[in-house]
Nanobody, 127 residues
Framework: QLQLVESGGGLVQSGGSLRLSCAAS????????IGWFRQAPGKEREGVSC????????HYEDSVKGRFTISRDNAKNTVYLEMNSLKPEDTAVYYC????????????????????WGQGTQVTVSS
């Protein structure tokens, strides 16, 4: 059974850093593209970043480009999201998701292309 578990969220001051982890079980994380999404209260879930399964290509949404870094540790079957220079507008529940081959190219791809989702981890950035 494919399963993803996020961890690493918390409360941090503006300008601070956090590293989120997405641990995969039931499959090898490198077999699927992994995307990070976030959802703030009252807003739609939006894409943040993804890493492609075939070649490790990464994509970042403009709102996080230059501040967030996605990476993959195949030995640990885990994908990370390093978040630096955090802003209050980064406050949200962050989800990771495993996607089919056509996602994570020049864009995140449609959410419908991500077939397994984690339960989410809360990130709160205080001003």
């Amino acid at each position: 059974q494919l399963q993803l578990v996020e961890s690493g969220g918390g409360l941090v001051q503006s300008g601070g850093s956090l590293r989120l982890s997405c641990a995969a079980s039931g499959f090898t994380s490198r077999s699927y593209s992994i995307g990070w999404f976030r959802q703030a209260p009252g807003k739609e879930r939006e894409g943040v970043s993804c890493i492609r399964s075939s070649d490790g290509r990464t994509h970042y949404e403009d709102s996080v480009k230059g501040r967030f870094t996605i990476s993959r540790d195949n030995a640990k079957n885990t994908v990370y999201l390093e978040m630096n220079s955090l802003k209050p507008e980064d406050t949200a529940v962050y989800y990771c998701a495993a996607g089919l081959g056509y996602v994570c190219d020049t864009t995140m791809g449609p959410k419908s292309g991500y077939i397994t989702w984690g339960q989410g981890t809360q990130v709160t950035v205080s001003s």
